[in-house]
């Protein structure tokens, strides 16, 4: 077991190092000789042996991806510039998380766990652009830091699919920080100004309650019709492993997948549908990956 202070002085000055900022978070693994050498008397010594440790440790906290096998990412450090983008923001689904508190790292890790889906280029510090070809769709995601959400723009043939992967990432990401208040919120379909709380709309419509007018407009709005913009129907067996192959990837964690499944199970109780066992389905898909 290596001493913890060994482990974050590394990380540490790789992610403070001048080199990496002027790289604009690109880091190929040959200049770790220069970023690690031992220049001070606090600093401690790193053996090359173990620099695929350092940056496996990285990976695994979602500070970085692969872009190649002499190459890692670290999108905390991406340019701030938004890049142009071709997109139907008008006909996209919408949706966006507000948060009390908006954690620096939620974005960077997002973009770390749906990196292979990444169009491109186009990636930048508080922003990412995803294309999947399996739901035919294309997102935009954003981070306001200033006003402490992040928007979600989804769009093409399986949206709502698509969508309901990316919600389970941000789900599972909120989820591990301690007392984090991170509200979801669907924004009405003629006035995106105007949103309510996804939770809010569930629980109206346990209660029977068949249209609601939200704070901030005078207007009806149907409760089924907006839950239906942004939830997922009922699926079969077939459709929900086709999401969850989505969401495992190359991972090997079985127990976190199960873990994000079921919370898609407890937010969306009807998108798995009667009878389904996600357990199951799950070890299903590992024993294929296997």
């Known amino acids: 077991m290596l001493e913890p202070k060994w482990v ?12 990496l900022a002027e790289a604009h978070g690109v880091l190929g693994l040959d200049s770790l ?9 606090e600093h401690y010594k790193y053996p090359q042996d173990k620099y695929p440790y350092i940056i496996d440790l990285m990976r695994k906290f979602e500070l970085c991806y692969e872009i190649d096998k002499e190459t890692v990412l670290i999108p905390d450090l991406l340019e701030v510039q938004e890049p142009e983008i071709d997109f139907d923001y008008e006909n996209s689904l919408k ?6 508190f908006l954690p620096k790292s939620v974005m960077p890790r997002f973009i770390v766990r749906m990196h292979k889906d990444i169009k491109g280029d186009l990636r930048w510090r508080t922003g990412v652009v995803l294309g999947d070809p399996a739901f035919s769709s294309t997102a935009v995601i954003k981070a306001d830091e200033t006003d402490t959400k992040i928007h979600i723009y989804v769009d093409g043939r399986q949206k709502r699919d698509y969508f309901a992967v990316i919600r389970a990432a941000f789900l599972s990401i909120n989820g591990s920080f301690e007392k984090l208040d991170a509200v979801e ?22 209660m029977g309650v068949e249209q609601y007018v939200p704070d901030g407009s005078d207007k009806e709005y149907n409760v089924k019709e907006l839950l239906g913009s942004v939830s997922v129907g009922k699926k079969t067996e077939e459709e929900i492993l086709q999401i969850l192959r989505k969401l495992a990837a190359d991972s090997d964690d079985q127990e976190t997948l199960k873990k994000t499944a079921n919370k898609i199970l407890m937010l969306q109780p009807n998108f798995f549908g009667v009878g389904v066992n996600v357990n199951k389905l799950i070890d299903k898909l590992f024993k294929k990956k296997k």
């Open 185 to 206: 919120r669907a924004p009405m379909p003629d006035n995106p100004e105007v949103t309510v709380s996804y939770s809010h709309l569930v629980r109206l419509e346990g």
């Open 33 to 41: 000789d220069k970023i690690l050498k031992k220049t001070k008397k």
């Open 95 to 100: 949706f966006l998380i507000e948060y009390d």
């Open 8 to 19: 974050t002085q590394a990380v540490y000055r790789i992610i403070n190092s001048e080199q």
